[in-house]
C-alpha cells in the first residue's frame, strides 16, 4: 500500500533503525492482511477483534502490547500527515502486563557458566556483558578502535535510541579481552569475528552470539542468556552501594524507571534498609513492653537504664552491672 511506504520513508527520515522500522513494518502489514478491508474503516471494535486473533495464536501480552503501540503511532501518521477522517482506533485499547522480576545470575552461577567457556573471544564476549552491561547488538557491533586499553573504557556508538556512551571496563573483562586480541590475528575493523565457515572474519551478528550463550547455557545447566548477564550487572551494581542514577548512565537507559526494573530482583541494599529499619522497630516496642505494669504481680518491669526521678534507686550488683529498685514513698497527709 502506498500509505505503508511513505509512513516507512517518515520513519527514515525521522532516522529510525532498520532494526526499528522493520519491525514497525512487519507488524503493520500482518494488521493490513488480517484486515483486508480499507484502513479507513478500522474501528475501535475492530482492533478489539484483532487483539482477540493475536491471543488465539498464542502471542504473549508483551508482544501484542508492541502490535498496539505500532499501530497506534501508525493510525496517528494516517490521522495527521495523510488526513485520513477517523478517529484513532487503537486509543484506550490495550493489554494487561504482567510484571515478573528480572532474572539475574547468582555468584556461584556465574562462575559455573564462565568454568565451561573455553573460546577466548567468548569469554570476552560475555565478560563484557557481565562487567559492563552491553546490550548483545552492542558487542556485535563494536570495532577494535571503540576500545581505550588506557582509559579502560569503551565508547558505545549508536546504542539503543541512536545514543552514544561510555562503558567501562573491569580488570578481569580486560584481561579476557587482551587474551582474545593475542589470539586474533585478522587485521578486520570488527572487535569480534566469526572463527567458522564461510563467513569468517566477519562481524559476528547477534543471532551468532545468542547461539553461543544458548550452547553454554545448555552445557552448564543454567538458564542464562545475553540479557540475563545485563541484569545481573545491574543488580550487582546496586548491591554495591551503587547510585541509581549511575546505574542508568552505564546502562544506557533513557528513563530511571526502566532502571529500577532491573534492579528488583536480589536487592540487598533493600534488604539491608529493611532489617536496620525492623530493628530499630523492635526496639521501641521492647522499651514499650518493658514499660507496661506486670498483669500477674501488679509489678512494673524496670528497663536497664530508667528515667531520672522516675521512683528508682541503683544497688550494687555482681561485675559492677547496675540494677534497679523501687524506693518506697510513704504517702502523707
Not at 493475536?54 to 495527521?80: G, N, S, W
Not at 573455553?118 to 557481565?130: H, N, S
Not at 552491553?134 to 586499553?149: C, F, G, I, N, P
Not at 536487592?267 to 514499660?291: C, G, P, S
Request: glycine share 4%; with cysteine.
Amino acid at each position: 500500500m502506498e500509505s505503508i511506504e511513505r509512513y516507512h520513508r517518515s520513519l527514515q527520515r525521522k532516522n529510525y533503525s532498520s532494526v526499528t522500522w522493520k519491525n514497525y513494518l512487519n507488524r503493520i502489514e500482518r494488521f493490513v492482511l488480517w484486515l483486508n478491508a480499507p484502513l479507513a474503516d478500522t474501528t475501535h471494535t475492530t482492533i478489539g477483534c484483532y487483539v482477540d486473533y493475536l491471543l488465539r495464536k498464542r502471542l504473549c501480552p508483551k508482544t501484542i502490547a508492541c502490535h498496539l503501540q505500532t499501530l497506534h503511532v501508525f493510525f496517528e501518521y494516517l490521522i495527521d500527515e495523510e488526513h485520513m477522517p477517523l478517529t484513532n482506533p487503537v486509543r484506550r485499547v490495550s493489554i494487561r502486563l504482567p510484571k515478573p522480576l528480572p532474572r539475574c545470575l547468582k555468584d556461584n552461577e556465574i562462575e559455573k557458566l564462565l568454568a565451561v567457556i573455553k573460546d577466548p573471544r567468548d569469554t570476552a564476549i560475555f565478560m563484557l556483558m557481565l562487567r559492563s552491561g552491553l546490550r548483545v547488538q552492542e558487542v556485535a557491533h563494536l570495532t577494535l578502535d571503540a576500545v581505550d586499553y588506557g582509559r579502560r573504557q569503551i565508547c558505545v556508538y549508536n546504542g539503543k535510541g541512536a545514543r552514544d556512551r561510555v562503558a567501562y571496563v573491569s580488570d578481569d573483562a580486560l584481561h579476557a579481552l587482551e587474551a582474545y586480541l593475542k589470539k586474533r590475528s585478522s587485521k578486520a575493523k570488527g572487535l569480534f569475528l566469526v572463527q567458522k565457515g564461510p563467513l569468517t572474519g566477519t562481524s559476528i551478528s547477534v543471532r551468532g552470539i545468542q547461539k553461543r550463550i544458548e550452547y553454554y547455557a545448555k552445557k552448564s545447566g543454567l538458564k542464562a542468556s545475553c540479557h540475563r548477564l545485563r541484569h545481573t550487572f545491574a543488580t550487582q551494581l546496586l548491591n554495591a552501594d551503587a547510585d541509581l542514577a549511575t546505574i542508568q548512565d552505564l546502562l544506557g537507559h533513557e528513563h530511571i524507571t526502566t532502571t529500577q526494573r532491573y534492579c528488583r530482583v536480589a536487592n540487598l541494599k533493600v534488604q539491608r534498609d529493611y532489617y536496620k529499619a525492623m530493628e530499630t522497630v523492635l526496639k521501641k516496642t521492647q522499651i514499650e513492653q518493658d514499660m507496661r505494669i506486670h498483669v500477674h504481680t501488679g509489678r512494673q518491669v524496670i528497663p536497664l537504664h530508667p528515667p531520672e526521678d522516675a521512683g528508682y534507686e541503683s544497688i550494687k550488683a555482681n561485675e559492677g552491672e547496675k540494677q534497679w529498685r523501687t524506693v518506697r514513698r510513704t504517702k502523707r497527709n
